[in-house]
């Protein structure tokens, strides 16, 4: 049974069809990126796995739990995490207010305690600024922090919005080395990014969305030496 299941997926804002009747899954232990052109649907389909905009037609399963009209807060607790578009950190608190935050699903203070350990040790970086105001970090610090923050609730599956937007690439290089060890450490990723060749990279698996609707799929390192892939999203 695959980890998330997505089927039949439709989305609307108001009258205008955003998500054609997707389907895909994810695999426990896997990383799948979602890649396309801006406007494709790829933040929409987040969104609406993560409970942010609800979904007209099609069901979303996680674990075997239909989860397709679920509130997001009630995903947390589940294992599912939200590093947003454009990082969302609380800029008047500090590193480690914001780290506590990402905890407020769980109760037991010494597991939040080691787990601010092993994500400092993860982002060494964040413990230098533990006190510094969210808001006065770098593009790079704050993604950092993005991270660590959805790490905090310990979860199975993190679901990543273009985490290498914006940022230098000495620093996007730093953020995807961050991604596979997530990864490798057993966390499930499902990324969308602009990066493609980045993301293809570290990828399992990937799926190309133009307009609402998938229109190639298969292994990354495959997709990666597609000369329709290569023209539309490689090219340099």
Same mark, same amino acid.
């Given at each position: 049974?695959?980890?998330?299941e ?10 205008i069809?955003?998500?054609? @009747? ?40 996680f674990? @075997?739990?239909?989860?397709t ?7 947390v607790?589940?294992g ?7 990082? /969302? ?16 699903? /769980? ?14 040790? /993860? ?5 230098? /600024? ?17 991270? @660590? ?50 993301a ?17 799929q ?19």
């Amino acid at each position: 049974m695959p980890m998330l299941e997505v089927k039949d997926l439709e989305v609307y804002y108001g009258m205008i069809q955003a998500i054609k @009747g997707i389907s895909f899954q994810v695999d426990e232990g896997d990383v799948i990126a979602l890649i396309g052109a801006n406007g494709a649907g790829k933040t929409t389909i987040l969104h609406t796995i993560t409970g942010l905009i609800p979904a007209k037609a099609g069901t979303i399963t996680f674990e @075997g739990t239909d989860i397709t009209h679920m509130p997001g807060h009630k995903l947390v607790p589940m294992g599912i995490a939200h590093v947003p578009e454009g990082r /969302r950190v609380f800029a008047q608190l500090s590193v480690l207010e914001n780290l506590k935050m990402g905890a407020y699903t /769980r109760k037991d203070k010494q597991e939040i305690e080691d787990t601010i350990k092993m994500i400092y040790g /993860r982002f060494p970086r964040l413990e230098e /600024r533990k006190n510094q105001l969210a808001g006065t970090l770098s593009g790079g610090e704050q993604q950092m922090l993005a991270m @660590g923050r959805a790490l905090m609730s310990h979860p199975r599956l993190i679901v990543m919005d273009e985490p290498s937007m914006g940022l230098s690439p000495i620093y996007v290089n730093e953020i995807f080395d961050i991604i596979k060890k997530i990864s490798s450490e057993g966390t499930t990723v499902l990324l969308v990014e602009q990066n493609a060749k980045k993301a293809l990279a570290i990828a399992n698996k990937a799926y190309v969305l133009e307009t609402g609707r998938i229109v190639l799929q298969g292994n990354a390192k495959d997709l990666m030496n597609d000369d329709s892939v290569k023209k539309a999203y490689l090219s340099e």
